[in-house]
């Protein structure tokens, strides 16, 4: 099978997670990323949720991982972070600050049913898998990180759910690879997102043309997965066809989360929601026709108007007709047309020239 016939097969441009259906002709899926934003206390993760729905998100997402799950306990220089947000630390240290309790997520995901906003999370290897299947949760989120971990993939292939992979740093055919390993495992719902793994990245990173290139390419359901500051990048790919917006989300960026500092606070979020689904709306279709909002204005177009009163068999020259506001005459482009013909009546001096009032040349 060569790549077009391959994409061709792979064509699925909308699924559903929890009920709602994703793709272009429905409004952008809006995910609220916790993160590390949680800062350590179950509290305040609660509340990252009830904000998050509160602004109108579609999902809050967690990250499943522990300090062992990812790493090793090592202080050599190769486990050690040089530069950036997390300077000096070890990538242990970080991730066991970051981490969320696995005694947590059970509550979380209570919360989020009670709420009615979909919740699921990110897994960063089989036993994050197994917690979540568990807990029920109704799809999985491959970090940009992972997306090269093809055996993970499959793992999460496995459950069947739905499954959304954030391509920071990958290549075309590494995500080919994760997109082909995904489906060998038996997933059929497929999302992948643009992104740029800086914390935070530059809007001039993102390459938004990217986008209707991987969908073209990769015949999924595609979005975004946004590290820059503000939404102008998030809104902008709605217009080149991101079906899906991830943002990093917090309840303030001066309370101190490893990740505050790129992510949007509640106020942010819900300006997210609505001026992405304003820009969906405003995509709508290719229309050349009068809109609704325009029928009351057509009377302000130009017209024809007799600017001075003519007796019926009169010539209609140059000087006895204008083109003017408002619109009851006949259209500007038949000047040509009207001009040396008779008039057929007597007319008003400002009376609109309609065919009516015209005879013959």
């Known amino acids: 099978m060569d790549v077009t016939e391959r994409v061709n097969s792979m064509k699925h441009t909308s699924f559903q997670i929890a009920g709602r259906r994703i793709g272009q002709d429905v409004p952008p899926y809006v995910i609220a990323e916790m993160s590390a934003n949680h800062n350590g206390r179950l509290e305040r993760a609660l509340s990252i949720v009830e904000k998050a729905k509160a602004a109108g998100a579609d999902a809050v997402k967690l990250q499943t991982y522990t300090a062992d799950t990812i790493t090793l306990n090592c202080d050599a220089e190769d486990f050690r972070i040089c530069g950036g947000l997390w300077d000096g630390k070890t990538l242990y240290q970080l991730y066991q600050e970051a981490h969320m309790p696995w005694e947590w997520h059970r509550p979380l995901f209570d919360r989020a049913r009670q709420l009615g906003i979909t919740i699921f999370s990110s897994p960063f290897d089989s036993s994050a898998v197994d917690l979540l299947e568990e807990l029920g949760a109704p799809a999985y989120k491959i970090a940009s990180f992972e997306a090269i971990d093809l055996p993970l993939i499959r793992y999460v ?40 793994s ?77 001026d992405s689904k ?84």
């Open 157 to 196: 292939a496995g459950t069947g759910k739905p499954m959304i992979i954030s391509t920071g740093m990958a290549d075309a055919e590494e995500i080919q690879e994760a997109l082909d390993i995904a489906r060998e495992g038996g997933c059929r719902d497929i999302a992948i997102l643009h992104c740029v």
């Open 198 to 274: 800086g914390y935070p990245a530059p809007a001039e990173d993102y390459n938004l043309r990217t986008i209707p290139d991987m969908l073209r390419r990769y015949g999924v359901v595609t979005g975004l997965s946004d590290h820059t500051l503000g939404n102008t990048t998030a809104i902008a790919s709605v217009a080149l066809g991101a079906s899906i917006i991830e943002k990093h989300f917090t309840l303030g960026r001066g309370d101190g989360g490893p990740d505050d500092s790129f992510s949007l606070e509640p106020q942010e979020l819900a300006a997210l929601c609505r």
């Open 278 to 361: 304003t820009a969906w709306s405003a995509l709508g279709a290719i229309d050349y026709g009068r809109k609704s909002s325009e029928q009351g204005n057509a009377q302000f177009r130009r017209s024809l108007y007799f600017i001075q009163a003519m007796k019926m068999g009169e010539i209609v020259t140059k000087e006895s007709v204008r083109s003017v506001r408002p619109g009851y005459g006949v259209a500007p482009k038949y000047m040509d047309e009207i001009v040396g013909r008779r008039v057929c009546r007597d007319v008003r001096q400002f009376e609109p020239v309609t065919w009516d009032t015209l005879g013959g040349k």
